[in-house]
């Protein structure tokens, strides 16, 4: 929190490219550091108390050190700042609003992710190596975009929400950007 006025204004001067660039450099940086955690915990054993627990409760046995999860958490952190920085550069959108908009917006955001999340995830083969980790990497890339990118988008276009007032944008992530 110390950091994020200074790094938001930092980053906030940047090319639209420039933020996505960033922003994809950043979500490199966690598969590093999941990775380099998982090689430290190569000889890891699960203990048997948590296996005991899980197969009690009917659920998958856990795996701390599964890279899936790091691809998760790079390609949902890459898609949402992308997302951001995109719906920023077109003036962001104002959440606020009548219930029943807010409403609605909740409904199509949601289909948006079922049909990103379930739709890709049947689509997507499952496994390890760089094909699946690629793969898992733009499911959830797609998924943070549309979050924050895409469905705002939707809802602007539609006149299910208003541009922010540039005060708000300035206020959520400073916009002196030069533009894509």
Known sequence: MRFWDPVSVWVGKKTLSQQILIAFIASLIFIVLGFGSSTLRSGYQVPEMWIANAQLAGAKLPDPIDPNSSFTSAGTLFGLAAGAAWIMSMGGYQAAGPFEKRAIRYVIGSIGVIILYMGLGSIFPRGDGFIFYSLRYIRYALLGWWVS???????????LAERAISSDIIAVIPLNHKGS
């Open 149 to 159: 990118g895409g469905a705002p988008w939707v809802f602007v276009r539609f006149k």
